[in-house]
Each structure stands twice: as structure tokens, then as C-alpha cells.
């Protein structure tokens, strides 16, 4: 099975968002990635519900709606009225998050929830089996084009391995610094989705560095 792309379209090209969207419809990537910020979680706001429904309204792949905000639950049941497929919300920001994960459930979409860098995965042992995938944040959350954090090799694997005791489908996805250069081995170490925005829409050729991150030799992960 080979692992998920998910261009991140906080780094598209605004003034042209309809053709960054079709440029990643006509791409092997598999979602869309959706940063929403408040300005509170995180220090940066992006965009709501307006390019939500923007993006939905030409997107032929899933919306992965990443919630780095406050209070989530607020929220939910409107992003999954504007097209989410998946919506991940941070264990951080949630005081009762197996409620959080039964609200997100009750809309019709996969529920997955985010680890900011300093957060163990073992905090999540207890709630693993009820998720759909965790996503490892391998920056601090609230700005793109920051540098890679070593240290998420072993979160990965950390996670993977507990994974395979309690909910061995769990997708693992990787946010933040993921590039050509470091995609071979975040599979290795245990991750199937990748978020990539710079990576992807600095590239010379867009479409081509999607190809590239999609297709890795002798990779593709198993479940």
C-alpha cells in the first residue's frame, strides 16, 4: 500500500487558489491539507470557513482539516458541513478529548488528533483504539518553512509500535519539514500520510515532486 500525500495549500499561491487546487485534483496526491489558526493555539491566524468552502467547492480529493485552535468542539460540526473528510484536532487543546473524538465521529468524518513536539505519544494510549490516525506536528504549529525536528523519527516509531499492540491501521501522519530528502526514512521510522507544502509548492514542478514523494522505491508501508 503506498503511502498518503497531502499538499498543504497554507503554502498555495492565494491570488491563484483555484489553480492550485486543480493542480493538486490533477496530481497523485491523495487529500487536500487544511491549516486552520485562530491566533490563539498558535501565533498565526490562516483562514476559516470562507476558503473552506472555496477549496471544497472545486477539491475532487479529501479535505484533511487541521483544527489548531482553541475550543474545537465549537466548530466541528460546521467544518464538516464545508466538506471535511478528516478532521484532527490537538490533544493540547482539548480538556475532554474522547468527547471531541465522538462529536467528530457523529458528523460523518474520521477523527484524528495532533501531538505538538514536546507532547509523548503515551499520552494517547488510552484513547488509540477510537482514533483514525495521529498526526506528529515535526515543527512547532503555526508557521510553515520551519526546520525539521530529529527527535520525531523516534515519536513515530514510538507510536507505530504501540500502534501495532492496540489499532495496527492507524494511519500516522507527519506535519511539518517533510521534503524529499527525509520522506524515505519518516516511512522507515513508521508514518503513512505526509503533510508537505513548501516542499511541494516551491518546487519548480509541482506536480512532479508530488509524483516523486508518492512513488518512493521499495516504501510503500503495510498494515
Known amino acids: 500500500m503506498k503511502h498518503i500525500i497531502a499538499p498543504s495549500i497554507l503554502s ?25 489558526m485562530d491566533g490563539v493555539f498558535v501565533p498565526n491566524i490562516s483562514f476559516g470557513f470562507p476558503v473552506m468552502k472555496a477549496v ?13 485552535i482553541v475550543n474545537p468542539d465549537q466548530y466541528i460540526e460546521e467544518f464538516a458541513k464545508n466538506g471535511a473528510a478528516i478532521i484532527t ?11 471531541t473524538i465522538q462529536l467528530i465521529k457523529s458528523h460523518g468524518c474520521k477523527a484524528s488528533v495532533a501531538l505538538n513536539p514536546h507532547t509523548p505519544v503515551i499520552l494517547l494510549k488510552d484513547i488509540l483504539a477510537d482514533l483514525d490516525m495521529v498526526l506528529i506536528m515535526s515543527v512547532n504549529p503555526g508557521f510553515g518553512g520551519q526546520q525539521f525536528i530529529e527527535q520525531s523519527f523516534n515519536k513515530i516509531t514510538e507510536l507505530r509500535n504501540m500502534a501495532n499492540e492496540i489499532h495496527p491501521d492507524l494511519i500516522i501522519e507527519v506535519d511539518g519539514g517533510v521534503s524529499i530528502s527525509n520522506i524515505d526514512a519518516l516511512i522507515t521510522a513508521g508514518a503513512t500520510a505526509f503533510v508537505a507544502g513548501n516542499a511541494i509548492f516551491a518546487a519548480a514542478d509541482q506536480t512532479q515532486m508530488i509524483a516523486d514523494m508518492k512513488n518512493r522505491p521499495e516504501v510503500s508501508y503495510q498494515i
Open 12 to 36: 498555495a499561491d492565494f491570488a491563484n487558489l483555484q489553480r492550485d487546487i486543480e493542480m493538486i485534483n490533477n496530481s497523485e496526491a491523495d487529500w487536500f491539507h487544511i491549516d486552520v
Open 56 to 68: 471544497n467547492k472545486y477539491a475532487k480529493k479529501p479535505l484533511d482539516v487541521h483544527l489548531m
Open 89 to 99: 484536532v490537538h490533544y493540547e487543546a482539548c480538556t475532554h478529548l474522547h468527547r
